[in-house]
């Protein structure tokens, strides 16, 4: 399997590559954001794993993952920071990363989650579209298409009313919903997703929608239409 590792921590790069090419992986390594940035939008390169330091010279990598996911590519990422605070882990996963590893680390410790995420199943391509009621959920653009109006939304935005169009009228507790969208060991306070419950209905406003978001008292949420609760 082939990584892209992206740190501009020489001696720490070099213990990671060692490591990993112990382990039979093929790595390319990039020491600033801008040489990273070109070499994963290359469509030449493929790769099934990237490696991304947060704080890189030229180009962070927040701004190369968040690149990568609007251009398509989907494959798993790893950040490697030294920023440890709740909110930038928050950050980190909400802009696109699949993990979250805050130097200093053992480089085994590191492999052990690159493995943890390679054995995840392929995701089964999925349609261009999700439609319920009289929304239409752009998945390439992630933007959502209402009675004309199209609104970009941010990726968690997005990934919560994915799961709420794949099954409406079900209802998700707080809980799932993390499990679901988070996909993090890290603790996501229920706050968080009262948050993002709250934004979505915002949109949902602004597109004048038939759709709603309804809380269920001490189980969660639900999306509705209109005529599906008329009928």
Known sequence: MKLLLIEDDMDLCLNIKKQLTKEGYLLDTFHTGEEGFIAVLNPDNIYDLAIIDRMLPVIDGLSIIKAMRNKGIQIPVIVITGMSEINDRIEGLDGGADDYLVKPFHVRELCARIRALIRRPCQIAEPNNSIYGDL??????????????????TPKEFQLLQLFLVEPNHIFSREQLIQKVWETNHTVELGNVDNYIYFLRKRLKTLASDCTIRSVYG?????????????
Do not use: F, M, R
């Open 219 to 231: 189980s969660g949420y639900i999306l509705e239409a209109k005529n599906d609760k008329e009928a």
């Open 136 to 153: 239409t959920l752009d998945i390439s653009k992630q933007e959502v298409t209402c009675k004309n109006q199209t609104l970009l939304l």
